[in-house]
Every structure is written in structure tokens, then in C-alpha cells.
């Protein structure tokens, strides 16, 4: 049984948080399947005449599986441990839970000043194809952390989303770092 920690609930994904693990959990296992078939590639790859691929080919499809298994399973994965379920302060300390891949959470405890607002990201985005264009909606705003190479995503279409206390938390934020 895990026990909540302590603080005032800030942010709390709850089916967002569902759909992220379950969307990035079907690339890991495809980014893995793409990884082993890479090694298949290579020594049993065929062409259209059911005969044994030139070498230079099955190498390329090697090259591409890999690089398609890596970026699917290892983005994934960070995506994962950096996207938060729930955000909680408890006076000037912070505690995140991110998804763990597939099974779990994760609770990061953090001081107040720690942390900066990175800014709201992916608002109004467009995805361009070639019948088109198509809007995304999908707004996240970025926190960074000292020390850490990537900010965490706290999703602005989470269930529970206290706009006025996650703006105090980074105005707070800014206070402590000007104070240390």
C-alpha cells in the first residue's frame, strides 16, 4: 500500500496520465519488437526473389530498425518518467509523482526552489501533411528542474488543474532563488 504524500494538491492528470502510460507503453514494446527484429534483419533478410538481400541492404534495414526501436522505446520511456501524475506543495517543498513505464509511480521530492517555470508549450499547435493541416490541442507546461537535462510536463488538460496555486508555486519559486 503506498501512502499519498503530504500537501495541498496542485495538479492530478487522472485519465491523462492513463492514456500517456498506456500510448507510451505500446511504443516501448514496439520500439523493443523493432530492436530485436533488427538483428533479424541482418542475418535472414530476404528480397523480392526470396533470395538473401545484399549485404549493404540488410545493413541499412538494420540501421533503420534500430534507430526507429531506440527513439520509440527510449522517448517513450523519458516521456514517461518525466510526465506528471500529480503535483502536491507542502510549504516550500514540492512533491511530483511521474509514471514509472508499464506498472508504478514515482515520487520526487523537491524544495521550491529547485524549480522555474518553463512556460506553456504545444498550445494551438498545427501538424502539417500533405492533405492538410490539423490542429492539436495539447497544451503542457514545462518545469524545469536545476540539475535536470529535461523539464517536466505538467499537463494543462489534467483533471484537477489549480491554475492560481501552480502560478503562486512559480512566483514562490522565484522568491526562494532570489533569497538563496
Given amino acids: 500500500m503506498t ?13 491523462q496520465a492513463l492514456k500517456a502510460r498506456w500510448v507510451s507503453s505500446v ?7 523493432c530492436l530485436i527484429l533488427s538483428g533479424n534483419a541482418l542475418t535472414s533478410g530476404t528480397s523480392a526473389g526470396g533470395k538473401l538481400a545484399p549485404l549493404d541492404e540488410r ?15 527510449v522517448g517513450s520511456w523519458i516521456f514517461l518518467e518525466l510526465y506528471v501524475v500529480e503535483l502536491r506543495r ?5 512533491h511530483v509523482t511521474v509514471l514509472r513505464p508499464f506498472v508504478g509511480q514515482r515520487v520526487v521530492t523537491l524544495p521550491i526552489g529547485a524549480i522555474s517555470d518553463g512556460g506553456v508549450r504545444g498550445e494551438n499547435a498545427r501538424v502539417y501533411h500533405r492533405f492538410g493541416s490539423q490542429k492539436i490541442d495539447a497544451p503542457w507546461i514545462a518545469v524545469k528542474v536545476e540539475g ?20 503562486r508555486l512559480f512566483g514562490d519559486a522565484r522568491m526562494a532563488k532570489r533569497k538563496a
Wanted: include cysteine; hydrophobic fraction near 55%; charged fraction near 10%.
Fill in 59 to 73: 545493413i541499412m534495414l538494420m540501421t533503420i530498425l534500430i534507430a526507429v526501436g531506440l527513439l520509440c522505446s
Fill in 27 to 33: 511504443l516501448i514494446a514496439a520500439g523493443l519488437l
Fill in 90 to 94: 507542502d510549504g516550500n517543498t514540492i
Fill in 3 to 15: 501512502v499519498d504524500p503530504p500537501g495541498h494538491i496542485l495538479v492530478h492528470a487522472g485519465w
Fill in 148 to 167: 535536470w537535462w529535461f523539464p517536466l510536463i505538467v499537463d494543462l488538460q489534467s483533471e484537477k488543474l489549480d491554475n492560481t496555486e501552480v502560478s
